[in-house]
């Protein structure tokens, strides 16, 4: 997938490569190979990554007709949940606190 910089508007290889801090976040990033802006795509932290777990566990529960109901409603929560952690990691992560 191809992204537009919008520092040298050149469009590059979107290449996610992965930066661990020195707490529980992980920063998924890429960078220009033009200018080297660097440009955050998600950060997750311990709290996300339980959430994953949480949700690959109830992504098999699709399958049952029995579960099925109740795992689309899990999901969406758990999915709520991590957006909004995760985009509050964002912010502070790109605003340098
Ligand atoms: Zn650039």
């Known amino acids: ?3 537009k910089c919008d520092e040298c508007e ?3 290889e979107w290449k996610p ?3 661990q801090l020195e707490d529980d ?3 998924t990033y890429f960078t220009c190979l033009e200018c080297e802006k660097e440009y955050v795509g998600f950060v997750k932290n311990k709290e996300v990554f339980e959430l994953e777990k949480e949700r690959e566990l109830w992504q098999a529960r699709l399958n049952s007709p029995q579960t ?3 795992a689309k409603k899990k999901l969406k929560e758990l ?3 991590a957006r ?3 985009d509050r990691l ?3 992560y790109t605003h340098g606190a």
């Open 10 to 12: 050149v469009h590059f």
């Open 90 to 92: 964002k912010e502070e």
């Open 17 to 19: 490569e992965e930066r």
């Open 25 to 27: 976040r992980v920063v």
């Open 68 to 70: 099925r109901k109740v």
């Open 84 to 86: 909004v952690i995760m």
């Open 1 to 3: 997938m191809k992204v």
């Open 79 to 81: 999915e709520e949940k």
